[in-house]
């Protein structure tokens, strides 16, 4: 028999409906494939088989029934840890909340339940998906399946591990600063942030509120498009949800790559584009450039001073809003309480203290410690004040950019996978991983990332390519002729059985 994991979700519908599958089966067969190499990649932290046999068992049993399913009903699918899912441990990569097992679905988790797909586990990420690597997790790094010696990207690298390795078809991630795009990029895959307030943030455990937005990771844009179908549209659970439908995503793919790009106006920003990428990155950034060009783009070089600053404003709005947010875990209010082994009868004040100094890692310290000191009356105007408008001056340049062009594009991220410690070690050159996705973040801009490439050492590149506030389809339209101009110089992570002795892409390792 085929192994089904290789198929897209997409194909695994159409098997599931020519009735040449059963979801039971596609299911035992990720479920098999997550036990096999999670103890290698370690992309998931939580397995659910037995939810994910019954909603298959349901699947198998309407469709034989005759029943009008969804496109996608019985196709398996894992949900990023700091998404909540009743029933089902929710810790977002933190031991404040090891063990919590929430008594209610995410608006995300709700929609995915009601086209029935089965939910086979919960994937790694950062501390409460702050990282670019998934090193900060209390329950350990994730894997690349590319190299087990490098990251998977972060903060969802899980999702990504997964996906890449063929564990899953797709899966849910989040993104503040860059945590789908970043990821897709390091594991060869796709990964999507829609419009801030297309995707319902109610059940996302809150990172920066104002930056967080929900999307999917998925090996092409088809089934990352079908995804976002799923997931996308106004909820009165999130004040910031857009009350417009949310169009259909899948609906923007399959135009002809000479209609779309023919005249289509193709930003690249100076300011994002002078920053220091690796050698291969930028090669293959330039070369995709020029395919856009040759299929008829216009390449419109522009220069936005105020896209200097989006970085260390993010960094100081993110932990801001973090500290904030981060707040409740107390150990009192919410998350598992440690009581000083020293002291037989704590305050209050002494029980929190103990409780946040035993349950946060030390990049949620960092953050916690950065927000609050950004947040302090004394400093608030110099500071967070500072950053808001500084905020303000980004998303007005960048508006004013899209009455000149459709989207733009950058590379997603400085540099290919690298090596564990490296974040750890020196957590400010991870943090400056992010300035070409931090922008969109700022703005709500829609923004993705696709592979177009690969490296000296094999490891894969992407492109970003962002559009403007709810064009969303535009932005997919857009990606779906680059994938299609791309597709020659891309390679495909290998589906292997054991990845833990990854042939490289290519043979040249060295110096990397
Ligand atoms: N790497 C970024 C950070 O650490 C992205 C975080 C995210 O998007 N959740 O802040």
Redesign the pocket.
């Known amino acids: 028999m085929s192994d089904w994991m290789k198929l897209s979700a997409l194909e695994m519908g159409e098997a599931l409906r020519s009735g040449k599958v059963t979801s039971a089966e596609l299911v035992e067969a990720s479920l098999a494939r997550i036990e096999a190499l999670n103890p290698s990649i370690h992309a998931f932290l939580a397995v659910d088989a037995e939810g994910a046999r019954a909603t298959a068992k349901e699947v198998d049993e309407l469709r034989a029934a005759g029943a009008d399913l969804h496109l996608l009903a019985g196709v398996p699918v894992a949900i990023k840890d700091n998404i909540v899912t009743e029933g089902l441990e929710t810790t977002a990569a933190s031991r404040l909340l090891e063990g919590w097992i929430p008594p209610y679905d995410a608006t995300v988790v709700a929609r995915i339940k009601e086209a029935r797909l089965p939910i086979v586990g919960k994937t790694n990420l ?1 501390e409460f ?4 690597s998934t090193e900060f997790s209390a329950f350990g790094p994730s894997k690349n399946p590319w190299d087990l010696s490098r990251v998977p990207g ?3 690298g899980g999702s990504a591990a997964a996906v890449a390795s063929y564990m899953v078809p797709f899966a849910l991630g ?7 795009r ?1 990821p897709a990029m390091f594991t060869g895959t796709v990964g999507v942030k829609p419009t801030y307030g297309r995707v319902s943030r109610y059940g996302a455990i809150a ?1 920066a509120s104002s ?2 937005q929900v999307g999917p990771a998925a090996r092409n844009l088809a089934d990352a498009a079908a995804l976002q179908d799923i997931i996308a549209g106004p909820d009165h659970r999130d004040a910031t949800s857009l009350r417009e439908d949310a169009g259909s995503m899948t609906d923007a793919l399959g135009e002809s790559v000479e209609n779309v790009v023919k005249g289509l106006r193709v930003a690249v920003i100076d300011e994002i584009l002078a920053e220091d990428y690796d050698e291969d990155v930028r090669a293959n950034f330039e070369r995709t450039l020029k395919k856009l060009e040759d299929a008829g783009a216009e390449i419109i070089h522009v220069s936005l001073p105020s896209i200097q600053y989006a970085f260390p404003t ?1 960094y100081m709005i ?1 932990p801001a809003e973090a500290s904030s947010n981060l707040a409740r875990f107390d150990g009192i209010r919410y998350g598992t309480r440690w009581i000083p082994t020293d002291n037989p009868t704590p305050t209050v004040n002494e029980v929190m203290a103990y409780t946040r100094d035993q349950g946060f890692g030390v990049e949620a310290k960092r953050r916690i410690i950065m927000g609050t000191r950004v947040l302090r009356a004394e400093n608030y105007d110099d500071y967070f004040g500072a950053a808001l408008r500084m905020r303000t001056l980004v998303r007005e340049d960048l508006e004013k950019l899209f009455e000149q062009a459709d989207v733009y594009v950058s590379p997603t991220a400085l540099s290919t996978s690298f090596p564990f410690e490296r974040e750890v070690k020196s957590p400010v050159e ?2 400056l ?2 300035v070409a ?1 931090i922008p969109a ?1 700022l703005a709500g801009l829609p923004a993705l990332s696709i592979p177009n490439g690969v490296d000296a050492a094999g490891l894969p590149t992407a492109i970003q390519v962002v559009a403007n506030q709810r064009e969303d389809a535009r932005l997919y339209s857009v990606a779906s002729a680059i994938e299609e101009l791309v597709a020659e110089d891309v390679v495909e992570c290998r589906y292997l059985d054991d990845y833990s002795v990854p042939a490289p892409a290519r043979a040249d390792r060295e110096g990397k």
Not at 129 to 132: L, P, T
Not at 174 to 180: A, E, F, R
């Open positions: 950062d998906a702050m990282g670019s972060g903060s969802g989040s993104d503040t600063g860059g945590s789908i970043q990172l930056l967080d993010y993110l991870a943090y991983n992010d996705t973040n």
